[in-house]
């Protein structure tokens, strides 16, 4: 007989900050809302990722005069792109956006809280120097198969997708559960290129049993 394969759904960053009204809104984020709320049903466990930063977090434009927003700057050796200030601790921007059905989410992984280095990925900073402590759970949780969808195609879910590849789980992106923020025209396709070079499957959502 065969072992009943787990599965968890990675929602990754649907807080306010990164929809319409927020700091760093992805141009049209909301949408994947339902997208989430539809599919949470279909999985063994359903993982939010945050975003979640002290005030003064270096990837943060206002913590460099003279570097301009979303221009690439280093920062400890990583090259970094200058955001506006986003998803604070404690903030209404760093809350999971309303609509989400929040009682469907079984953990929740902060990351980007340390001050001194970005973390685009679920599972690592952007050096990987430290884990969050995602693929830990993940296989306590026996998971052997991860779906990834959420905000933004171009980094925080492409950086999720290839670290759980990497892991060694099988990984699905749900393409319409995404969307990109697009600072270069072809940031979002690139990224697309990228995860299915990296042996990551893109699926619709309706193609998830
Ligand atoms: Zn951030």
């Known amino acids: 007989?065969?072992?009943?394969?787990?599965?968890?759904?990675?929602?990754?960053?649907?807080?306010?900050?990164?929809?319409?009204?927020?700091?760093?809104?992805?141009?049209?984020?909301?949408?994947?809302?339902?997208v989430a709320n539809r599919l949470m049903k279909q999985f063994d466990?359903?993982?939010?990722?945050?975003?979640?930063?002290?005030?003064?977090?270096?990837s943060f434009a206002s913590q460099h005069p003279g570097v301009k927003l979303y221009e690439t700057f280093e920062l400890d050796g990583l090259p970094q792109t200058a955001w506006p200030e986003h998803c604070i601790q404690g903030t209404f921007g760093a809350a999971l956006v309303d609509e989400l059905d929040q009682s469907g989410i079984h953990f929740r992984v902060y990351k980007g809280t340390d001050r001194f280095i970005d973390s685009y990925s679920g599972f690592y900073d952007n050096g990987?120097?430290?884990?969050?402590?995602?693929?830990?759970?993940?296989?306590?949780?026996?998971v052997d198969e991860v779906f990834v969808?959420?905000?933004?195609?171009?980094?925080?879910?492409?950086?999720?997708a290839l670290d759980?590849?990497?892991?060694?789980?099988?990984?699905?992106?749900?393409?319409?559960?995404?969307?990109?923020?697009?600072?270069h025209a072809d940031d979002i396709p690139k990224a697309w290129n990228r995860m299915s070079e990296n042996g990551i499957a893109l699926v619709i959502s309706g193609q998830v049993e």
Do not use: W
């Open 149 to 160: 969808m959420g905000l933004a195609t171009d980094y925080c879910v492409l950086y999720s």
């Open 164 to 183: 759980s590849v990497r892991e060694g789980f099988q990984t699905t992106v749900i393409t319409d559960g995404c969307r990109g923020v697009g600072i």
């Open 128 to 142: 990987h120097r430290k884990s969050t402590g995602l693929t830990r759970l993940l296989r306590d949780l026996q």
């Open 45 to 58: 466990f359903v993982i939010a990722t945050l975003d979640s930063h002290p005030s003064d977090h270096k």
């Open 1 to 34: 007989m065969n072992k009943k394969r787990i599965r968890a759904l990675l929602l990754i960053d649907l807080q306010n900050d990164f929809v319409d009204g927020g700091a760093l809104a992805v141009p049209q984020g909301r949408e994947v809302i339902a």
